[in-house]
């Protein structure tokens, strides 16, 4: 049994009497078997019998296999909740004054205390019911949902496109939400690779109890440029809620990608108060969408780096198959790029006087980009990878609205739609700089000189040096006519594939399951993007789980105009992180593995 006290007297005094002497303002103590385990001023802003009534600051309360109420320290395994009965129904014996209470977590001690107020000398009395904490935790969190969706939507107001000075204000925001959450050690930290500053991260080391494991989340502040023209649904940085259907959906650039995955962590740390199941590292980073790959270069040249040693990584920056369907990404496509230019004159020419004989750049550049596809549309490079895992099918009517297909216009290649989205290369031209007017604007000038960035996803697997190597022989192999050729070699990251074996696995898989109720199968997809950090992340934790997963849906629309985040995946998939982390708390993985 548990008795609330609303008392100035001592702990000792309390209790020797286990009395709820109450006065308004007064401390508020906290006792199970006669022991304090918490005592806090009663918080502002509470000005009824009916509110909240203190912070569990130093255990929390479970029930053992007796169903005896006992308390814990931090580590404790289990979660509870309060039954709370009105003094009124208490003396009178009636049964109609039982409410369901609060929450006894790390956080703050949530619930009714009865709709009529204690009366001096009267001992209230709780019983404490084990209600499961899968359900106890989605009620957390669906009561976190308006102001995690209210924070999401004041940092897509932030236009933190790398290198403006609005990516320090995205930063800045997010370190005081998390402090403002009881992670009191989010700092802003800055790395150097080779000479060269990192943006810095948001990041954090909050230990658990002894002998957690450690449980690196991470996700990315900095966001996709966005041209204003093509939006329709809002402005990129005026985010704008709509509903759909029985869900909503807020608009904003970020909303999805990936300020949505902070949203994820902030669950989190929310939550749980501050008091974490587990030792808890935080990782935000800020230059993801500019691809410097410094953060990456870094991490693999300091994999002893014990900031970034964990058990397991979670990179909320990925999303479900569809709305509803709870997904895990399995692989990822790795990604090169290569910078192409082909020279043929001094100075550029009247094409009427010497077109024909004299060869045009351009003309010899488009040449050499239409050989990287043979005739059925496969990439046309040789001895690149490929990759066949038992992804679950795409259907070929969703992705051709996702993509905005139009109509008639096939798609192109050779084998499953899967096989050729996530486990085989794809060549595209992503950059070009020919000198060339708009036609409205033209001139009749063969050209000196044209340039164009290709950029190759590869398969998972892939050695993105060989195929980068590969990209290069090809080009200077069907250089036509004799013409010269330069490259340039730019980024190279690998791909991932997940461990299907992991440890962890199977309690991710299980909070999912519970986050998504009546869901029966965890997807386990493939993404035709690329996440070069995952790799890096590999390289330092070479034993570690990776858990990539997130808010990240198709009909998102991340990268393009109208990006948008669904208000319930957003809830489910906060969810499904927080439930994850309790069951790692509870779980035989306490190891101390990482540091």
């Not at 990584?313 to 090169?336: E, K, M, Q, Y």
Request: proline fraction near 7%; charged fraction near 20%; hydrophobic fraction near 40%.
């Amino acid at each position: 049994m548990i008795s609330v006290c609303w008392s100035l007297h001592r702990e000792r005094q309390a209790r020797h009497h286990l009395r709820a002497d109450r006065r308004p303002h007064d401390s508020t103590i906290v006792l199970v078997d006669r022991k304090a385990i918490a005592t806090s001023p009663r918080p502002s802003g509470i000005g009824s019998d009916n509110d909240a009534c203190g912070l569990l600051s130093a255990g929390r309360i479970a029930i053992d296999p007796n169903g005896i109420p006992r308390h814990e320290r931090l580590s404790g395994t289990r979660w509870t909740r309060i039954a709370t009965r009105s003094a009124a129904a208490h003396s009178s014996g009636g049964s109609s004054g039982w409410s369901r209470g609060g929450f006894l977590s790390a956080a703050r001690l949530r619930g009714t205390l009865g709709a009529t107020p204690a009366t001096e000398g009267h001992t209230m009395t709780h019983n404490v019911i084990d209600l499961g904490s899968d359900t106890d935790l989605a009620e957390v969190v669906a009561g976190l949902m308006p102001g995690l969706w209210r924070d999401l939507a004041d940092l897509v107001r932030i236009p933190s496109v790398f290198p403006s000075p609005d990516v320090a204000r995205a930063r800045q925001a997010i370190v005081k939400l998390f402090r403002d959450a009881n992670i009191t050690e989010a700092v802003e930290l800055s790395l150097t690779h080779q000479g060269k500053p990192i943006t810095p991260l948001v990041y954090a080391d909050r230990a658990g109890p002894e002998k957690s494991p450690t449980v690196l989340l991470y996700a990315h502040y900095d966001v996709q440029p966005a041209n204003k023209a093509h939006w329709h649904v809002t402005e990129p940085f005026t985010p704008k809620e709509v509903l759909s259907g029985t869900d909503k959906r807020l608009y904003g650039r970020g909303a999805a990608d990936d300020k949505s995955g902070v949203m994820l962590h902030l669950a989190v740390a929310r939550a749980f108060g501050g008091k974490l199941p587990v030792h808890l590292k935080l990782m935000l980073e800020g230059e993801e969408e500019n691809g410097t790959g410094l953060l990456e270069d870094y991490l693999t040249a300091h994999p002893g780096d014990p900031r970034f040693k964990a058990d397991l990584v979670i990179v909320a920056d990925t999303g479900n198959v569809a709305r509803g369907r709870p997904t895990v990404t399995s692989t990822l496509r790795g990604v090169v790029t290569v910078d192409v230019t082909v020279h043929t004159l001094r100075k550029t020419i009247h094409s009427g006087m010497y077109g024909g004989p004299v060869p045009d750049a351009f003309t010899c550049l488009v040449r050499m980009l239409s050989t990287l596809h043979d005739a059925s549309g496969d990439v046309a490079v040789k001895g690149l990878a490929i990759d066949d895992l038992p992804w679950p099918a795409v259907d070929e009517t969703q992705l051709r609205k996702e993509a905005a297909m139009l109509d008639g216009v096939p798609f192109v290649g050779t084998g499953t739609l899967a096989q050729r989205l996530y486990g085989r290369a794809s060549v595209n031209v992503v950059g070009l700089d020919a000198g060339l007017p708009l036609p409205d604007k033209s001139a009749n000038v063969l050209r000196d000189k044209a340039s164009a960035r290709i950029s190759m996803r590869t398969a998972p697997t892939q050695n993105p040096a060989a195929a980068q190597r590969a990209l290069i022989d090809h080009l200077k192999a069907h250089a036509p006519w004799g013409v010269q050729v330069e490259t340039t070699p730019g980024i190279t990251a690998y791909g991932f594939s997940a461990n299907p074996k992991g440890s962890y696995f199977p309690l991710v898989e299980q909070a999912l399951k519970a986050a998504y109720p009546g869901s029966t199968k965890v997807e386990r997809a493939g993404q035709g993007g690329s996440i070069p950090l995952v790799h890096a992340f590999q390289v330092v934790n070479p034993n570690a789980d990776i858990v990539l997963w997130g808010c990240e849906e198709p009909v998102c629309g991340i990268h393009g105009p109208d990006e948008s985040v669904s208000h319930a995946e957003l809830q489910a998939m906060a969810t499904a992180e927080v439930l994850l982390l309790d069951r790692i708390g509870k779980s035989d993985h306490h190891n101390g593995g990482a540091m």
